[in-house]
């Protein structure tokens, strides 16, 4: 046994790391004196490892070489010979230790036959030793372009340390550098002899280095043919691809080529089969006639969550194209059965889909224009974004990884619970591997990471600072800059890839609470026509997605539908998303943990609370919302009856609705929340809240356009309108809860983005018109809550509403203070009659309050009138004026 070498590896003193490992493209040309002395100390050491002898010597370059691949030689007495190859079950057993040994060599050569070999004088030994200490084998990153100095360009393939027959390193003890024949290109078997390159392929077989570098390319598929040098493509002449090319050289300029692959080769010129071709065209001329002929036909409105799903494959779904982060979708199915008759065309007639134009006289204008952008694709991007400079790298505005760690933890615990769009072991680990290579980072991933940076200081207030070091709003500004910027460079616009929907989705959620203008509405038909595109509103499970991905389409899209539905709503337009449109079921009430990326059958779903809950509360909300909601009479939820007559949603229906609705919530949801969990507080909250809002949809009259004014002036029966007004409190007080509680302040950002308008209007109105008593003193304690935080946001006060609520509050203010006063004299016996105020509407007395006074009767719906009032300033007037106020959904 003691005839055998222990592979160790190289010693590690106690209690210390080993050393890591260097990329060895940026080790090689590295500046520093320790990297230049080791590469010195490598090269020379890989030598002396060579010239040892070969049949003696089983620590011989010649021996350790042969446990891996060629020449195949027995080593230490183990039997056979190339024990680890790649196709070999035994790889795995043997190529760690193999390259374990061949470090401890090239370890032990420097350590005993070179550093004792250096002149001068200790220290310089020293240096170098300590330097050979730290060195280990560096590592190629194949995925890394290596810089060809000689062309000026970058390419994938082997390292240049590797590529070049000479290499330059430092003499022995000193600082200037010396030329030697490089060992890592060349070996010289010491049986014969005979030199073998790297790249003599027919010594080396498989192993050969052109081999190597014709592997390494962009596209492994495609040929490695050059392309035309830059001056042949400038002077639209032909280039015969030689280095240097002949017109450069009659020219006497610098031949250089650009980088990428060649031409596709051309066709092969295969006659196909006549009868074959005239079966294909027949199929498609019959598909041209069914798409001439093809009527429009009304589709039923679909219940997201009950809809029965078709068969796997049915092309009534259309044709969905996906990979690991994109997807493509075709509605048509007569469009998709084309795109399918043409890709057999392809496959049988050896077309490629990329490439079908082999005009070699072409060949500059193919190369001059197949790297270009779509034509006003930068524009569009820079135009919507803002952007000042495609050409500017965001790598400064990353912040360091302690501040990357700090706001992932922000947008973990402040964030991620209210906007379930991510897998978040999934995004975890995305996240990790995105921060620890930022130089090499991909533009969607870059995009995602500033949305995260973005909404974590977003979820931030002023008292808590951000982890950035800067005050909020200079922090917001900057990664609001940085986050618009890098959805231009990742081409927003044509964009098909997921993880930049989803940090789309997540922006414009954060946006929400610093910008109420209408850029949120606009972006969010953006993302929703995105969304379409990629098939989101048409259910994963039709199309034999796995589970995760399913369920990450499923979210993404009801949080989609979620934004269009609010952001419509505060505007006063028509969400854009119908009912109709999609099909895509609501997600599952399951954790993240039940979800993981083997899955091929979808998990059950949990009964009681799970990480979905508040999610789920608000999307199963949103198709009876719309059912119930007030919207303009040519757009209003409509049946046709048996006389053919088209009729409202009845008050019964309605009733139904809202019950169905309630019942829901309550028996799916409410039975499980715990009021001592926080997270469950909110979502049982956000239930109670969106209960609230639509009995009072339900209840609060319509106004008919096409009735009488007589009609329209009847005021309320006295138990409606109080159950209104308690329905308005109640809604105030669930508001101030949710965003005053200290337990639950870290998602109070998110509350405020949902600001109660129309309740608040109800109530004010109500305080002006009713006695004095308790629940009047309630609703004006949550009013002034909820206006004082409103008044501290500047884009609320910019707000098109906010001067009508001021208004009715100063109304509401001045009503109060003279039933004080009225109050107060009474109890000193004395009678006063309540003044006008020079500057608002005269108001009755309460004692003189009549039933025919109902400024409640006339609050309509916002949303037919927000064109045609350029001005809001005074759409809130009390008395016999109208006030106007948005009644659909909010949460």
């Not at 070969?54 to 891996?68: R, T, V, W």
């Not at 024949?181 to 073998?196: I, M, Q, S």
């Not at 308690?726 to 302040?745: G, H, Y």
């Not at 305080?767 to 501290?792: F, G, H, S």
Request: hydrophobic share 40%; charged share 25%.
């Amino acid at each position: 046994m003691a005839n055998y070498y222990p592979i160790t590896g190289i010693p590690v003193p106690v209690r210390q790391d080993p050393p890591p490992r260097r990329e060895v493209a940026s080790w090689a040309v590295s500046s520093e004196p320790v990297d230049q002395i080791q590469v010195s100390l490598f090269i020379r050491a890989v030598r002396k490892l060579q010239e040892k002898n070969p049949i003696q010597d089983k620590l011989s370059f010649y021996q350790i070489a042969g446990i891996h691949g060629l020449p195949k030689v027995e080593w230490d007495g183990a039997g056979g010979g190339y024990y680890c190859p790649h196709n070999t079950f035994t790889f795995p057993t043997w190529h760690r230790p193999y390259m374990l040994l061949y470090e401890q060599c090239l370890y032990n050569v420097m350590k005993n036959d070179i550093i004792p070999t250096i002149p001068g004088s200790d220290s310089v030994k020293e240096a170098w030793k300590q330097a050979a200490e730290m060195w280990r084998l560096p590592y190629w990153d194949w995925a890394i372009p290596q810089v060809d100095y000689g062309a000026g360009k970058e390419k994938l393939g082997v390292p240049k340390l590797v590529d070049d027959s000479e290499v330059w390193i430092l003499k022995l003890g000193e600082k200037e550098k010396e030329p030697v024949p490089n060992p890592l290109y060349k070996f010289t078997n010491k049986l014969n002899g005979e030199e073998v390159n790297a790249g003599d392929k027919k010594k080396m077989g498989e192993f050969a280095l052109d081999n190597m570098r014709s592997c390494s390319t962009y596209d492994a598929g495609r040929n490695t043919e050059r392309r035309s040098c830059l001056l042949c493509r400038s002077r639209k002449v032909k280039c015969d691809r030689q280095q240097p090319c002949g017109g450069c050289i009659r020219a006497a300029s610098t031949c250089i080529y650009p980088s990428g692959t060649g031409r596709a080769p051309k066709r092969p010129q295969q006659s196909a089969n006549n009868s074959v071709v005239l079966t294909r065209l027949d199929r498609l001329e019959s598909i041209i006639r069914q798409l001439e002929s093809q009527q429009t036909q009304q589709e039923q409105p679909l219940d997201p969550s009950a809809a029965a799903l078709p068969p796997q494959g049915d092309q009534r779904n259309g044709r969905l194209a996906i990979d690991s982060t994109s997807s493509v979708y075709v509605s048509n199915v007569l469009w998709a059965s084309l795109g399918d008759e043409i890709e057999e065309l392809r496959d049988m007639l050896h077309v490629s889909p990329s490439n079908n134009d082999d005009d070699e006289e072409g060949d500059w204008q193919e190369e001059t224009y197949e790297k270009e952008e779509p034509v006003g694709t930068v524009g569009l991007n820079a135009a919507i974004m803002g952007f000042r400079s495609l050409a500017h790298s965001l790598r400064d505005y990353h912040p360091s990884i302690s501040q990357s760690v700090a706001l992932f933890e922000i947008f973990q615990t402040n964030v991620a619970p209210l906007v379930k769009i991510f897998h978040m072991p999934t995004l975890t680990k995305l996240f990790w591997d995105a921060v620890a290579s930022l130089d090499a980072l991909d533009c969607n991933m870059e995009a995602l990471l500033f949305a995260i940076y973005y909404a974590a200081i977003i979820s931030t207030t002023d008292q808590n600072q951000c982890p950035l070091g800067l005050p909020r709003h200079q922090a917001l500004h900057t990664y609001r800059f940085a986050v618009e910027q890098a959805f231009a460079r990742a081409d927003l616009l044509n964009t098909q890839n997921m993880i930049l929907l989803q940090a789309a989705a997540l922006f414009l959620c954060a946006l929400r609470n610093e910008d109420d203008s209408r850029t949120v509405w606009s972006l969010t038909a953006l993302i929703v026509h995105i969304a379409q595109a990629m098939g989101l509103h048409r259910d994963g499970a039709a199309f034999g997605l796995r589970p995760l991905e399913t369920e990450l389409r499923r979210r993404l899209w009801w949080f989609i539908v979620g934004l269009d539905q609010r952001s419509s709503e505060y505007h006063g337009y028509e969400p854009i998303v119908s009912e109709s449109s999609f099909d895509t079921r609501l997600p599952l009430n399951i954790n993240d943990s039940d979800l993981t990326a083997d899955l091929v059958e979808p998990p059950t779903e949990r009964d009681g609370a799970t990480e979905m809950t508040l999610s789920l509360i608000g999307w199963e909300s949103i198709p009876i919302v719309r059912k119930v909601s007030f919207i303009p009479p040519h757009r209003r939820q409509a049946r046709t009856t048996s006389s053919g007559s088209v009729t409202e949603l009845s008050l019964p229906e309605r009733e139904a609705l809202a019950e169905q609705l309630q019942s829901r919530l309550e028996t799916r949801y409410l039975a499980y929340c715990i009021p001592d969990d926080p997270f469950l507080f909110v979502s049982a909250t956000v239930a109670r809240l969106i209960i609230a809002r639509v009995w009072l949809m339900v209840h609060y009259p319509r106004k008919q356009v096409d009735s009488s004014k007589e009609a329209s002036a009847a005021p309320l029966q006295a138990n409606l309108r109080d159950k209104i007004f308690l329905l308005a409190l109640e809604i105030l007080e669930l508001s101030c809860s949710a965003l005053c509680n200290p337990n639950i302040a870290h998602w109070a950002w998110r509350s405020d983005t949902y600001s109660q308008w129309h309740a608040v209007a109800l109530v004010l109105s109500e305080i002006c018109t009713r006695p004095p008593c308790r629940d009047c003193d309630r609703a004006w304690a949550a009013v002034e809550i909820l206006y004082d935080r409103w008044r501290m946001k500047e884009h609320a006060r910019k707000g098109t509403l906010w001067k009508p609520i001021g208004r009715l509050m100063a109304k509401a203010r001045y009503v109060r203070e003279m039933q004080s006063v009225d109050r107060d004299c009474s109890t000193a016996g004395s009678s006063s009659v309540m003044e006008a105020s020079p500057d608002l509407p005269q108001v009755a007395h309460h004692s003189n309050v009549t039933t025919t006074l109902d400024p409640l009767a006339d609050i309509f719906s916002l949303a037919p009138f927000m064109e045609m009032n350029p001005s809001l300033d005074d759409l809130f007037l009390v008395g016999d004026d109208f006030v106007q106020v948005d009644m659909r959904s909010g949460f």
